[in-house]
């Protein structure tokens, strides 16, 4: 299975939605507009299972961060935009997002912040996370996502991958 039908099996359908069910931004200025129609179009087109869209939004230096439990394999820091689409692939044979809600977003200059809920599937374990809450801070320059720093439950997340 090559790396665009796996990305798009596992958080396709989830991320798709993020248009749909991003909170109403409340008055934002140029710059900050700019950045949240940026990471938007990057969900969206990850969503999508676009990776040239994906590519095309993602800068040259991108930095994709996720805190958390250092037992999971994407638990960690990505640079570059080869790095980080290997990482996906990685993450998307191992995890399946089942349930995602976004409900806050908003964009402050180059930051965009998103909150949510959300449920994964461990695929090699069977188990499934309750409902958690995620935070993501991203950063847009120029067009193009430089940073994506994601935060989750890792506990219930680490408990459904290792099949506890």
Known sequence: ??????????????????????????????ASQ?????????MEAMGGGDMDGMSALMADDMVWQNEGDPSLPW???WEGKETIFGFLGDF????????WDNTDAFASGDTVAVFGRMKLLATKSGSETNEFTFALRAKARDGQVVLWNWFEDSFAVSHAFHGQ
Do not use: C, K, P
């Open 1 to 30: 299975m090559n790396r665009r039908t796996l990305l798009t099996a596992s958080i396709g359908a989830a991320l798709a939605l993020t248009v749909a069910n991003t909170a109403s931004a409340q008055e934002m200025d140029e």
């Open 75 to 77: 638990i960690g820091t």
């Open 92 to 99: 998307s044979q191992n995890i399946q997002v089942t349930h």
């Open 34 to 42: 700019a950045s949240f129609d940026t990471f938007i179009a990057f």
